[in-house]
């Protein structure tokens, strides 16, 4: 018994010996790669006619040891000719590491994607119709045919989420985003990692890209993935872009069509100056525009991806401003605007919103409101200090709308150390024009100092103080100040105005 114990273990010995020669031989003599170049032939038209676009492939190899996977190399897919003769999208190499078990089973099961220096070329038709809307759509087609069929959106994210592997990789990807006529925008730097992909748990995830002329912006969080809804729910997600952490929270469903987002991002305090700085050489805001001191800032984005709306909410805490052609001084107040992305109309004029404004201890850099007064009313012998008031203000509030590109400000009002000034108007944002009326009431040790000419009774209020109603018109950088001659005729002023060639009628008839 013994005996045959001992022959039986040699048997197995010599067969377990024998498979680790075969499986050593494997690895030496068989190449690591095997070129499945002969295929292509076979397999591309089947992704062609699914895309609806040509695919072309460098080469594709497959690994047996030590682990299966596929690398496929110089991949491209064409463009729609209607919009370019260039790549669609190109990568230079992808790489799937699949399962083993369900590959002997003959099942292709993904365990990790990896995409190296994938290129993704976006265009888009003045019209708003980009280059990708054809792609998979006769397959869509067929799919709109077979209304009985049961549950469609669960069978689609149930396709859906067995097409992301439990790690995917993106590395130095770039995107080209152009609108015909108009310079196009590229994003390089693209990287994305995804690991353990699950449709019962949260996943972390990191987005990382380099906008030009950008610091680094990186997106990370945990993801949750609804299979019967095929959405995307953030969770615990940080967005961090010009050293501002932003939380990020919100759905993204109908992933198996059209996306449709409900993402909030905020920050209730952050350091508004980089932004401002990013925006200034950016040529978004004037260079000379200087602003520093805390911001809240909340934005929430809804709607079809294609036909999105933006609503923005910000909270000035304190802003200390300063505009070589506008104002200086220390701002505070709140402003809400939405704006839809999409559509053809400038982003400025399909802007709608409202605000309220307030600075304190400042100075108007771009008018003088007292020149056309001293000359309309001969006051004369002001201190340099009070000639100085001309220009400053201890308060300047305004209440506005904004729609089609136009700010209505429903209200003005400063104060300074030489008069009172309330009134309203308008502002064309595209570009900066001014058209307000504003009435300016001089302080009493001011208006004490007008001259005694006819005209200064009638421009005195229940106080004494003189009151002279202006126009303040034309670009914002440099507007004009007239005297608004029909509410001076108002005012019992009219039979000085017939007065041919008089001083009033040389001051008052200009608007």
């Known amino acids: ?126 019209d708003g119709a980009f280059n990708f809307a054809d792609i998979g759509k006769k397959k869509e087609e067929i799919a709109k045919k077979e209304k009985k069929e049961a549950a469609p959106k669960a069978k689609e994210a149930a396709r859906f989420s067995e097409l992301i592997p439990a790690l995917l990789r993106i590395e130095e990807g770039k995107v080209t985003l152009q609108t015909q006529g108009q310079k196009p925008l590229q994003i390089r730097g693209i990287g994305l990692s995804l690991q353990d992909f699950s449709t019962d748990l949260p996943f972390p995830y990191r987005v990382a890209l380099n906008p030009p002329g950008l610091k680094p912006i990186s997106l990370e969080g945990q993801l949750r993935y609804q299979e019967s809804q095929a ?43 980089p932004i401002v700085q990013l925006l200034a050489a950016a040529g978004i805001v004037p260079k000379e525009l200087e602003v520093s001191g805390p911001l809240g800032l909340r934005v929430t984005l809804s709607g079809p991806s294609n036909n999105l709306l933006s609503q923005i909410q910000t909270k000035l805490k304190g802003l200390k401003v300063s505009d070589s ?54 006051m004369i012998g002001m201190s340099k200090e009070q000639r100085a008031g001309a220009t400053t203000f201890k308060t300047l509030e305004t209440d506005f709308t904004l729609a089609d590109g136009i700010a209505e400000f429903k209200r003005i009002y400063l104060q300074s150390p030489v008069m009172e000034a309330q009134g309203g ?72 105005l017939e007065q041919k060639g008089s001083v009033f009628e040389r001051l008052f008839r200009r608007r």
């Open 231 to 273: 959405a995307l729910s953030l969770k615990d997600n940080h967005l961090k872009a010009e050293d501002v952490d932003f939380a990020v929270s919100g759905t993204v469903a109908d992933l198996t069509s059209v996306p449709r987002l409900n993402l909030s991002l905020a920050n209730d305090g952050f350091e508004i100056k």
């Open 1 to 126: 018994m013994h005996w045959i114990r001992c022959k039986k273990m040699k048997r197995v010995l010599l067969i377990a010996i024998g498979i680790l020669v075969l499986l050593a031989a494997a690895i030496v003599l068989v190449p690591p790669l095997i070129d499945l170049g002969a295929h292509k032939a076979r397999y591309l038209p089947l992704v062609e006619q699914a895309l609806q676009r040509k695919v072309d492939v460098g080469e594709i190899r497959l690994r047996i040891v030590p682990e299966p996977a596929i690398r496929l190399s110089a991949l491209k897919v064409s463009d729609n000719p209607a919009f370019s003769k260039e790549p669609f999208f190109t990568a230079q190499q992808i790489r799937l590491r699949l399962r083993l078990w369900p590959l002997l089973r003959g099942q292709l099961q993904v365990e990790e994607l990896i995409l190296e220096k994938p290129v993704l070329n976006l265009l888009k038709k003045p």
């Open 325 to 378: 052609h506008a104002f200086k001084g220390n701002v505070t107040g709140e402003i809400q605007l939405s704006a839809p992305l999409g559509g053809d109309a400038p982003l400025v004029r399909s802007m709608r919103g409202s605000g309220q404004l307030a600075a304190k201890d400042g100075e108007l850099t771009n008018v003088d409101l007292t020149k056309k007064i001293e000359q309309i009313t001969g």
């Open 425 to 496: 108007g308008k502002m064309t944002l595209e570009p900066p024009v001014l058209d307000l009326v504003i009435e300016a009431a001089m302080a009493s040790d001011v208006s004490a100092r007008a001259g005694r000419g006819k005209a200064t009774p009638f421009l005195k209020d229940s106080q004494g103080r003189i009151v002279v109603p202006l126009k303040i018109t034309g670009p914002a950088k440099s507007p004009s100040v007239n005297v608004d001659s029909q509410k001076m005729m108002k005012k019992g002023l009219g039979q000085m």
